[in-house]
């Protein structure tokens, strides 16, 4: 008996042409928590609103550690985070999630990721991104997308821009002790359709639809 006979999950996968995105097993989680402790962004800054990169390189490791193993405990096909890693020749370079909340009555998804610093602007953000927006609304029948980033990463901004979002409003937060401004984003099935340029391949989502809630085809298209 094998893991994904108990957890299906396990056997979800997202391949584009550079990037495989799964869930992590033990030993890709270690490596996904030293590229935390590594670096995730210039210290200067603070993308997150939870600021969980502002503490030491061990601390950074653990809380990605507990992160993950928080999601899988609490998964609900009702309330889900589904974090994936995001690997390139086999080596991890970052993670990838979506998350929904009742997702079968407001079919609704929202995203967040971040790389190893040193791996950074290669492009893939976007084909990280476009491989959960392929899996959202190809594979699970999403009406919207949202995301968020503050006004002063254009990196974050630049790849929804790509991905064909749409500003959604503003939000004011306090990080690392002063006002910051969000700026929310939306993206529609019919937006995601006419800037989809990503090819996506997804293999063992039927045996995991229950998971999002959802039952059979049916389900996914209405």
Same mark, same amino acid.
């Given at each position: 008996?094998?893991?994904?006979?108990?957890? @299906?999950?396990?056997?979800? *996968?997202?391949?584009?042409?550079?990037?495989?995105?799964?869930?992590?097993?033990?030993?890709?989680?270690?490596?996904?928590?030293?590229?935390?402790? %590594?670096?995730?962004?210039? @210290?200067?800054?603070?993308?997150? =609103? $939870? %600021?969980?990169?502002?503490?030491?390189?061990?601390?950074?490791?653990?809380? $990605?550690?507990?992160?993950?193993?928080?999601?899988?405990?609490?998964?609900?096909?009702?309330?889900?985070?589904?974090?994936?890693? $995001?690997?390139?020749?086999?080596?991890?370079?970052?993670?990838? &999630?979506?998350? %929904?909340?009742?997702? =079968?009555?407001?079919?609704?998804? &929202?995203?967040?990721?971040?790389? &190893?610093? =040193?791996?950074?602007?290669?492009?893939?953000?976007?084909?990280?991104?476009? %491989?959960?927006?392929?899996?959202?609304?190809?594979?699970?029948?999403?009406?919207?997308?949202?995301?968020?980033?503050?006004?002063?990463?254009?990196?974050?901004?630049?790849?929804?821009?790509?991905?064909?979002?749409?500003?959604?409003?503003?939000?004011?937060?306090?990080?690392?002790? *002063?006002?910051? $401004?969000?700026?929310?984003?939306?993206?529609?099935?019919?937006?995601?359709?006419?800037?989809?340029?990503?090819?996506?391949?997804?293999?063992?989502?039927?045996?995991?639809?229950?998971?999002?809630?959802?039952?059979?085809?049916?389900?996914?298209?209405?």
């Amino acid at each position: 008996m094998s893991l994904v006979s108990h957890w @299906p999950l396990a056997g979800l *996968r997202l391949t584009t042409r550079r990037l495989e995105l799964r869930l992590p097993d033990s030993d890709e989680l270690v490596e996904l928590a030293s590229l935390a402790a %590594a670096g995730v962004h210039d @210290p200067a800054v603070q993308p997150f =609103t $939870v %600021a969980w990169t502002d503490v030491a390189p061990e601390q950074r490791a653990q809380s $990605v550690l507990q992160y993950h193993w928080r999601c899988w405990a609490a998964w609900k096909p009702e309330d889900w985070d589904l974090n994936l890693v $995001v690997l390139r020749d086999g080596v991890v370079v970052g993670t990838q &999630g979506i998350s %929904a909340r009742d997702f =079968t009555v407001r079919r609704e998804v &929202g995203t967040g990721s971040w790389l &190893g610093r =040193t791996y950074h602007g290669h492009g893939l953000g976007t084909e990280m991104r476009a %491989a959960v927006l392929h899996l959202a609304f190809a594979g699970l029948g999403a009406q919207q997308a949202i995301s968020g980033a503050y006004v002063d990463n254009s990196a974050s901004l630049g790849v929804s821009r790509k991905l064909g979002y749409r500003g959604d409003g503003i939000e004011r937060h306090a990080v690392r002790g *002063r006002p910051a $401004v969000l700026q929310r984003l939306r993206l529609t099935a019919e937006q995601w359709q006419d800037r989809q340029r990503v090819p996506v391949v997804i293999e063992g989502l039927p045996d995991c639809l229950t998971w999002f809630g959802l039952n059979e085809q049916a389900d996914i298209q209405g």
